[in-house]
Nanobody, 124 residues
Framework: QVQLIESGGSVVQAGGSLRVSCLVS????????WGWFRQAPGKEREFVAA????????YYADSVRGRFTIARDDDRNTVYLQMHSLKLEDTAVYYC?????????????????WGQGTQVTVAS
């Protein structure tokens, strides 16, 4: 099982940008599908973005489409979530997740490995 370590969470002003990272160890990044989820206080963990294994395209939640971009850097074994035009409602702990071959990507149960999360707080 791969190990995932998120970083880059911070306090950012509404309308600003932030990039969070997920450093992968114990596996080859190209052998997995990747997802970002988030969880706000008192709410369920929700899907944000995904790069399914061998898919060649990214998928996004409606709430972030056009503002967030998921990408991976195979040389650095890192998965990124670039966030622009941040809103107060984007405040949450952001989690990176990995899964092997398969078609699902938007449910937490689609993923086998999770990081510990990184806090993103959007301030007014």
């Amino acid at each position: 099982q791969v190990q995932l370590i998120e970083s880059g969470g911070s306090v950012v002003q509404a309308g600003g940008s932030l990039r969070v990272s997920c450093l992968v160890s114990g596996g080859t990044i190209s052998s997995y599908g990747w997802g970002w989820f988030r969880q706000a206080p008192g709410k369920e963990r929700e899907f944000v973005a995904a790069l399914p294994y061998a898919s060649g395209r990214a998928y996004y939640a409606d709430s972030v489409r056009g503002r967030f971009t998921i990408a991976r850097d195979d040389d650095r074994n890192t998965v990124y979530l670039q966030m622009h035009s941040l809103k107060l409602e984007d405040t949450a702990v952001y989690y990176c997740a990995a899964r092997g071959y398969g078609g699902g990507y938007s449910f937490t149960t689609d993923y086998d490995s999770w990081g510990q999360g990184t806090q993103v707080t959007v301030a007014s």
